[in-house]
T-cell receptor, first 114, second 116 residues
Framework: AQTVTQSQPEMSVQEAETVTLSCTYDTSENNYYLFWYKQPPSRQMILVIR??????QNATENRFSVNFQKAAKSFSLKISDSQLGDTAMYFC???????????FGTGTSLTVIP | EAGVVQSPRYKIIEKKQPVAFWCNPI?????LYWYRQNLGQGPELLIR????????DSQLPKDRFSAERLKGVDSTLKIQPAELGDSAVYLC??????????????FGAGSRLTVL
């Protein structure tokens, strides 16, 4: 069975500071993609960053970067220079190469404090 | 390019009434997903289509939920009759389904259902 665990239901960070959201997953497969999605209060979910499991180099996208530890099945998201617009629910997810099924975590609610 | 379009955005109905949600995916996206999202939770898959074929409907409560994707483009999700526990946001998403874009999932804005 494929599972995704986000152990931090809520987090807060001061504007301009750095915050790290945690995610662990479980799969017996070796080839998959990992994602972080953001869902602002307006509720449209958008892709923040993705990582191919076969790549050792951690993905970065402007202020967003990941720490991918394949052996530990860990995939954390670091947000640098936090902005008020980063306030949202963040969902960790992965997809196996062998299918189009996505598995989502329960989310972390991030609040950026001015 | 238009994104994934869903309607209605909001729907309030009384229990035992029927309701339907519509989704138009991104043009060319072969794979379409319907998810249900309860407050404070992650999306849970209801059904996945590859073109017009439902390839994963194991989590769809088939006694009251039905879905169709005629011609492999837009899709409709129906609930009949609705129950109080069906109150949630129903998300539609799509992806190319193959090739380098297969892993990019694009969501619609969702349809928020309230059952009274």
């Amino acid at each position: 069975a494929q599972t995704v665990t986000q152990s931090q239901p809520e987090m807060s960070v001061q504007e301009a500071e750095t915050v790290t959201l945690s995610c662990t997953y479980d799969t017996s497969e070796n080839n998959y993609y990992l994602f972080w999605y953001k869902q602002p209060p307006s509720r449209q979910m958008i892709l923040v960053i993705r990582q191919e499991a076969y790549k050792q180099q951690n993905a970065t996208e402007n202020r967003f970067s990941v720490n991918f530890q394949k052996a530990a099945k860990s995939f954390s998201l670091k947000i640098s220079d936090s902005q008020l617009g980063d306030t949202a629910m963040y969902f960790c997810a992965f997809m196996l190469f062998t299918g189009n099924q996505f598995y989502f975590g329960t989310g972390t609610s991030l609040t950026v404090i001015p | 390019e238009a994104g994934v379009v869903q309607s209605p955005r909001y729907k309030i109905i009384e229990k035992k009434q029927p309701v339907a949600f519509w989704c138009n995916p991104i043009s060319g996206h072969n794979t379409l997903y319907w998810y249900r999202q309860n407050l404070g939770q992650g999306p849970e898959l209801l059904i996945r289509y590859e073109n017009e074929e439902a390839v994963d409907d194991s989590q769809l409560p088939k006694d009251r939920f039905s879905a169709e994707r005629l011609k492999g483009v837009d899709s409709t999700l129906k609930i009949q009759p609705a129950e109080l526990g069906d109150s949630a946001v129903y998300l539609c998403a799509s992806s190319l389904g193959s090739g380098s874009g297969a892993n990019v999932l694009t969501f619609g804005a969702g349809s928020r259902l309230t059952v009274l």
